[in-house]
C-alpha cells in the first residue's frame, strides 16, 4: 500500500510539477503568469483526444499537433489577455486570464461534451511489476520527462546566451531593448512554452484519469500552490515541490481517506510557506536604496 501510493503520488506529482514549470517560465521573464493554466492542460487533453481518437491520426502526430495549438493558445493570451494591461503598468491581467480560461472551459464545454472520457495509452494499458506491486509504465514516464524538463529549463536560462537574454527583460526590459533583446517576442516565447508544457501535462496524464472540460481546474490550481512552496523563480524548485505535493496528497489519501485529502496537503503549504516565505528552494528578492 505504502509503495503503491509514493509511486501514484510521484506520477501525479510530476505532472503538478510539469505545470508548475509553465508558472516559473512566464514569472522568470515578465513577472506575470498565466492563470488559464490550468485551462490549457484540459486543452492539451481534449485536442490530444479529438486528433488521436476521434480523427485517427497517429498518436505521435496528434500529440505533436496538440502541444504546438496549447503553444498558439498561450500567444494568444499573452497577446489578448497579457500584453495590454501590463504595458500599462496594471494588474488586470490576472483577472483577464482567469476569465480567458472560463470561456475555454465553457468552449469545450459546449463543443466536446460534459461527459468523461477515456484516453487510451499503450503506457497506461497493462501494468508492470516492480517489488511485487503493479506500476504502469506511463507512472514512470511522467516524472522522467518533467525531471528532464526542469533540468533543461534550469540549464537553458542559466548557461544559454538565449536564455539568459529572457531573464534579462524581467531584470531591466529598457536595458534588454537597448541591448537589442526582443522584449515582446521573449515575452510571447515564454507564455507560448508555458502553455506548451501545461498540454504536455494534460496528455501525459489523461490516460491516468480521464478527458472531459472541467479537467484542468484543480489541477491548476495544485500547480500553483507548487510553484509558489518550491519557489517560483527556480526550476528545480517548482519541479520538486510538486512531486512532494503528490507525495503528500497519495500518502493521506491512502492512509487517511480522500475526505483528508486537500486539508492536509494545502495545510502542509501553508506551514511551509509561514517557515520559507520564499519557497523552498527560491531566494529572498533584493532591492537597491
Known sequence: MLFSAIVSGIAVGSMYGLIA???????????????????????????????????????PLAIVLS???????????????????????????????????IVVDNVVLFTFGKEPRGFPSFLAAKPIEIFGMGVFPLQIVIPLVGLGLAVILQFAFQRTAKGKAMLAVVQNKRAAQLMGINVRRAVALSFALSTALAGLAGILIAPLFSVQSDMGTLFGIKAFAAAILGGIGSAWGVMLAGILYGLIEALVTSFAGSSY????????????????????????GTRKV
Open 261 to 284: 485529502t486537500q486539508i492536509v496537503a494545502f495545510a502542509v503549504v501553508i506551514a511551509a510557506l509561514a517557515i520559507r516565505p520564499n519557497g523552498l528552494l527560491g531566494r529572498a
Open 21 to 59: 514549470l509553465g508558472y516559473h517560465v512566464t514569472y522568470v521573464v515578465s513577472s506575470t503568469v498565466n492563470f488559464a493554466q490550468g485551462s490549457c492542460v484540459m486543452l492539451g487533453a481534449v485536442l490530444g483526444y479529438v486528433l488521436g481518437i476521434r480523427l485517427g491520426l497517429p498518436m
Open 67 to 101: 502541444i504546438l495549438l496549447c503553444g498558439l493558445f498561450g500567444l494568444v493570451v499573452e497577446r489578448l489577455l497579457v500584453r495590454p494591461f501590463a504595458e500599462r503598468g496594471s494588474s488586470a491581467w490576472l483577472m483577464a486570464t482567469v476569465a480567458g480560461g
